[in-house]
């Protein structure tokens, strides 16, 4: 019972716990304010779905980063879009913990999922204007190695793990 980290099984909004009973029946409003990242210099930013629509997080103070801080490319746009969406598709699959409980773990778990395969292509499409880690998901207990290459060299960043060589954190 003791699901910790980033993809715990509790209500949230943005990662973020809410109170409210009700919740999942009420319209998601705007990201309030002292949820989004107001840092005056983004030095790294994360991409992890948050049941949004915007899966782009400051490394510093874990805010939403609004998209015109950046400034990408229409291409780039687009791929961090689809890719939300598909990855929340499976995601949803996970949290509903029904019959399709155990397919969406394994492919969020799988480092040869199409949703880790195009995160991990937008994390890189990202990178070109920030230095952008991809946070996969795990249930349980922290993973010791890296996802996606199995590379034990991780190094501590924030309250997780980082793997250099892919810019996957844990
Ligand atoms: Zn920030
Ligand atoms: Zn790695």
């Not at 598709?89 to 399709?100: E, H, K, N």
């Amino acid at each position: 019972m003791s699901t910790i980290g980033p993809w715990a099984k509790t209500p949230s909004r943005g990662g973020w716990a809410v109170n409210d009973p009700y919740f999942k029946l009420k319209p998601r409003g705007p990201t309030p304010a002292d949820e989004c990242c107001r840092c005056s210099q983004l030095s790294t930013i994360y991409l992890a779905h948050v049941l949004a629509e915007n899966p782009i997080h400051c490394g510093e103070c874990r805010g939403e980063v609004a998209p015109e801080k950046i400034g990408f490319d229409d291409h780039t746009t687009e791929s961090i879009a689809r890719w939300n969406t598909t990855f929340g598709a499976v995601y949803s699959l996970w949290l509903d913990s029904g019959a399709y409980e155990p397919w969406a773990e394994s492919e969020l778990r799988s480092r040869d999922s199409a949703i880790n395969r195009d995160g991990l292509t937008v994390r890189e499409a990202l990178s070109r204007y920030v230095p952008t880690s991809y946070l996969w998901f795990w249930n349980g207990s922290r993973p010791t190695s890296c996802p996606s290459c199995g590379s034990g060299n991780l190094s501590e960043q924030g309250q997780g793990l980082l793997c250099p060589r892919c810019w996957v954190s844990v």
